[in-house]
């Protein structure tokens, strides 16, 4: 899991192939569960950088651990999640 601090600027990033082929879901949505259980959506926030490469950011407001998910359909049908951990400034 990785960490960060409060209030700094976090990207998330996905990648989706079909084998060995990269490919580009038909939809594609990301949200995040903030600690305080509120969930947001961050799929208008995505740029394609690449061919089946996606990237969000959000800035976290609130120190805990955060449960982020992928999910793609049509082409390609995956859902992806993972957490990260926010904490408060070091000094």
């Known amino acids: 899991m990785n960490t960060y601090t409060?209030?700094?600027?976090i990207f998330l990033t996905a990648n989706f192939s079909n084998g060995?082929?990269?490919?580009?879901?038909?939809?594609?949505?990301?949200?995040?569960?903030?600690p305080n259980?509120?969930?947001i959506d961050l799929s208008s926030n995505?740029?394609?950088?690449?061919?089946?490469?996606?990237?969000?950011?959000?800035?976290?407001?609130w120190i805990g651990i955060y449960t982020y998910e992928w999910i793609a359909s049509g082409n390609v049908?995956?859902?992806?999640n993972g957490q990260l951990e926010v904490i408060g400034e070091m000094f």
Do not use: Q
């Open 6 to 9: 409060i209030g700094t600027e």
């Open 37 to 39: 259980n509120k969930i």
């Open 77 to 80: 049908n995956i859902v992806a």
């Open 46 to 61: 995505l740029s394609t950088p690449a061919t089946g490469v996606y990237v969000t950011t959000f800035v976290p407001s």
């Open 20 to 34: 060995d082929n990269p490919t580009a879901p038909s939809v594609i949505t990301c949200k995040i569960k903030l």
